[in-house]
């Protein structure tokens, strides 16, 4: 299972759906199992019965075996050997595991839509040995792995049979509504086919941290084992690929979501085709323009993200753009927490130049940029920002906590001269003001600056010792702004930017 949330949301098995489209000489095209389904009311409908009746013989369960591999006994060879650790002495040993997740069928001719975790190997040097879909009449058939995407959760299989196979077909994702019926159909903890009713909850749901998904959310029952199977809505076509679960428990509690049609179909397509899925990619660090950061900067809150890093020689750089910049429309389109930065531009043609719309300093700009491939997800966990446990903290005198307390952001500086930077394993060009206090009880006390912190600047001018972070602050005040915004520097991270707001007085 994945989960949507640091808690448990659980991974559903989800797929996404592809082209009708069959291979010429194979397969006579059949009539899809949702074809000419009559629209139900805007309401409630009497009984779901006769369309799920259609539509269930095109919903399969999938099962894959796998090998995983074991630590080799560490007493092999010693007189504890026999007693602890796996039998075999250090032989490599692996063990049989198996997955379960749900499943559809696409085209008469045997193609299958899932999730990617669901036929992907459950653990660290695990390898699946074989996949099996099973029909809801019992009938089995040997899948054969067609591709995978990761990124988007998504996996094409391909099933052989001497007969049409029951299949559906995709909807227009972009015309559901919240408060629309759907139907999930899954697999839920292996008991067969199992068929849950319920609403759109909401639309374009983030659930990860870079914001690159776009989810719909349903109080469907969806459980452990519904991953890839359909959501229908009432007119019998696929508008979402049940995925993910939030849980506090691992159970179902009202929130699911599905891949939306509109985001699966060119997945799948290129899949199908035999291709690779090419994202776009800026090569930039971002987070939220949170309140505080707007606040600092005079911008309206919700409306674009903020550039914490560049990655060296990536289009971001190349076209100029820095730390500190708040991006606010890429290509003519709005930056906003339903179309985040990241989506926008990993749907972005690989290769295309586009106008990006900023804020630096107050002023509005635009600059062109190209646009890359996102790189494998191991690579960009390295450009990452690191944890900021990995810093030695020290106390703070008594003295620098009085005189942080006088202070209009509740932050004591001094000059970082060149032996406080050895002691906090800085290079000799790092240009900037080091914390000795932090008032605990004002917004940078609150937010986790700390001794040892070194601000780089404040509100987009360098800071060089006491005088400057307090000329900034009065200037925002001034200004009628209650936050300012730093660039922070601590040892073991990249440069970040922070938002503090002014002590009350």
Known sequence: MRYAYAITAALLLGGTTLALTTTPGTVVAQTAQNEGNAAAPRGAPASFA????????????????????????????????????????????????QSLGSGFIISADGYVVTNNHVVAPGARGATVDSITVILPDRTEYPAKLIGTDQASDLAVLKIESKKPLP?????????????????????????????????????????????????????????????????????????????????????????????????????????????TVQRGYLGIQISPLSEDIAESLGLPKNRGEFVQGVEPGKGADKAGIKPG??????????????????????????????????????????????????????????????????????????????????????????????????????GTDVKGAVITGVDPTTDAGQKGLRRGDVILQANGQPVLNEADLGSAAAAAKNAGRNAV??????RGTPAGFIAVRLRDK
Request: aromatic share 4%.
């Open 167 to 275: 299949f559906v077909k995709f909807g227009d994702s972009t015309r559901a509504r919240v408060g629309d019926w759907v139907i999930a159909i899954g697999n839920p903890f292996g008991l067969g086919s199992t068929v849950t009713a319920g609403i759109i909850s909401a639309l374009h749901r983030n659930t990860s941290i870079n914001g690159a998904d776009r989810f719909i959310q349903t109080d469907a029952s969806i459980n452990q084992g519904n991953s890839g199977g359909p959501m229908f809505d009432m007119n019998g076509n696929v508008i979402g690929i049940n995925s993910q679960i939030l849980s506090p428990t691992g159970g179902n509690v009202g929130i699911g979501f599905a891949i939306p049609s509109e985001q699966a179909i060119p997945v799948i397509n290129t899949l199908k085709g035999g291709g």
């Open 325 to 426: 910049d708040v991006i606010i429309k890429v290509n003519g389109i709005d930056v906003t927490p339903d179309d985040t930065l990241s989506y926008i531009v990993a749907n972005l043609k690989v290769g295309t130049k586009v106008p990006i719309e900023l804020a630096r300093n107050g002023k509005r700009m635009t600059v062109t940029a190209e646009i890359g491939q996102r790189p494998p997800e191991n690579e960009l966990n390295q450009f990452a920002q690191q944890n900021d446990d990995d810093f030695s903290d020290q106390d703070p005198r008594e003295q620098d906590t009085q005189q942080a307390a006088q202070q209009l952001l509740g932050i004591a500086v001094t000059e970082l001269t060149p032996n406080i930077a050895r002691q906090l394993g800085l």
């Open 485 to 490: 915004l730093l660039q922070v520097l601590r």
């Open 50 to 97: 006769d369309m799920v009746e259609r539509l269930q013989p095109a919903v399969v369960n999938i099962s894959t075996r796998q090998s995983v591999p074991q630590r080799a006994n560490p007493f092999a060879g010693t007189p504890f050997g026999d007693l602890f650790g796996p039998p075999g002495g250090g032989t490599p040993q692996t063990r049989p595991a």
